[in-house]
């Protein structure tokens, strides 16, 4: 397995310039080398992609209105792995349709974008969709601010048209909805479609490089040479490409180039492994901070034996006494898949993130260490526990509550949790800088 790293984190929603070419239905600009030919009727990819003819998408809707009605979320069938794909795959290029609003003179005006998408991020597109979870009752809003309309082409058969929308009333998921079917999903790919919404139209210039079709560390070369950094925000199980290539990017490859300091993150695709043993798996806590009278702290999971493998199902901590008795609330959440891990991991360095390559878990606790009633005269309500036991399906690790990085509050850096009270801020994800 070639050495890659992803991160969890947002992925930037920064307003950039999208190419003007010419297009009755709005503006458009195309992504890619490969964009380019699959919007002339062929495709063409970096890594393992042919050429061939495709069906050609549809024309974007004229209206906002249209957007809308497409994207209203209607109950779906809640059979989790039909057999009929929600986004069939093999899509070799993708017109992503969509609407802003743009304040303009205090008055709010439509705005049409239409980005297409070359074989490698169209295909990377229908997986990341059609990963979404069935939703028989998916969120409702007053008002849905984000519509696009995403239409996939293929080689042969017809092309296949999905409305994505997202709404303040449920941030960090989206609804996506396809052939009569609801879905939803959150980060990496909602992030990242949100950051799209937000392209602008600021004129041509030069162009955020294509990243699609590369290995991370091959991306990470072409960003840099383009003054941008490379973060890769999330992961896809995708055996249609080698493991590590890169299949989305955000902001798309149409987006004009915003100067140096810039990021491009990315999502890629990852193979299946089995599940991880207790003998390749190594555990440790970093301390994170102090914040507002809590107290923050993660578990970090590595994988150093010689093969990949994958975390999955549910894991729980709990504080322990130098003696080995729970001294803290036990807390439990459940792995964000993929959750492959790769194999060899070398130690995380303090104060930083994996080296690159690396895919690390991280799990992040908090408690509260003060008592905001009594100003924060509670030391003697502290609770540091000596380690804490995780555990995972079929196995128990215990982690000591150590970090001489961040000597916040206690010696060695430890979590503080006042009268044992412990939290958990989000379920364990890939560790992100």
């Known amino acids: 397995m070639a050495a890659w790293k992803f991160g969890g984190g947002a992925l930037a929603a920064v307003a950039m310039a999208v190419a003007l070419a010419a297009c009755a239905a709005g503006t458009t600009g195309t992504a890619g080398p490969a964009g380019t030919a699959a919007a002339k009727g062929t495709a063409t990819g970096r890594t393992g992609v042919s050429t061939g003819t495709t069906v050609a998408p549809g024309a974007c809707p004229a209206s906002t209105d249209a957007v809308a009605a497409a994207s209203t979320p209607r109950t779906g069938t809640a059979a989790a792995g039909a057999a009929t794909p929600l986004i069939r795959r093999g899509a070799v290029s993708a017109v992503i349709c969509q609407h802003t609003i743009e304040i303009e003179r205090g008055k709010k005006t439509a705005v049409m974008l239409r980005i297409t998408l070359g074989a490698v991020a169209a295909d990377g597109l229908a997986a990341l969709l059609d990963d979404a979870a069935p939703a028989t009752n998916p969120p409702h809003c007053a008002e849905f601010s984000l519509g696009q309309i995403v239409i996939f082409g293929y080689r042969s058969g017809p092309a296949v048209t999905a409305s994505v929308s997202s709404g303040d009333c449920s941030a960090f998921t989206a609804v996506v909805t396809a052939g009569g079917r609801t879905a939803v999903f959150g980060a990496p790919l909602e992030p990242a479609l949100n950051a799209y919404s937000e392209l602008g139209t600021l004129g041509p210039g030069p162009l955020i490089p294509d990243v699609t079709g590369l290995s991370p560390a091959a991306a990470a070369a072409v960003a840099k040479r383009h003054g941008f950094t490379l973060l890769v925000a999330g992961a896809e199980l995708d055996a249609s490409v080698p493991a590590g290539t890169v299949i989305f990017q955000s902001p798309p490859s149409v987006a004009a180039n915003p100067g140096p300091g810039s990021q491009i993150d ?168």
């Open 266 to 433: 990315v999502i890629a695709a990852t193979s299946p492994a089995p599940a991880c043993t207790p003998g390749q798996l190594t555990l440790t806590y970093r301390g994170g901070g102090l914040a507002l009278g809590n107290d923050f702290g993660s578990i970090l999971f590595r994988d150093t034996g010689a093969a990949p493998c994958t975390l999955a199902g549910s894991v729980s901590a709990t504080g322990l006494s130098a003696a080995g008795v729970p001294v803290t609330a036990t807390v439990t959440s459940t792995f964000i898949g993929p959750g492959v891990l790769s194999p060899d991991a070398a130690p995380v360095p303090d104060g930083s993130s994996p080296p690159p390559g690396e895919l690390v878990y991280l799990w992040t606790l908090q408690a509260q260490y003060t008592d905001p009633v009594d100003n924060g005269a509670t030391r003697r309500d502290w609770v540091i526990p000596a380690s804490w036991r995780v555990t995972l399906p079929g196995a128990a690790f215990t982690v000591p509550n150590v970090d001489h990085s961040n000597p916040y509050r206690t010696p060695n850096g430890g979590l503080i949790a006042y009268l044992g009270r412990l939290g958990v801020t989000t379920p364990p994800a890939y560790m992100t800088p």
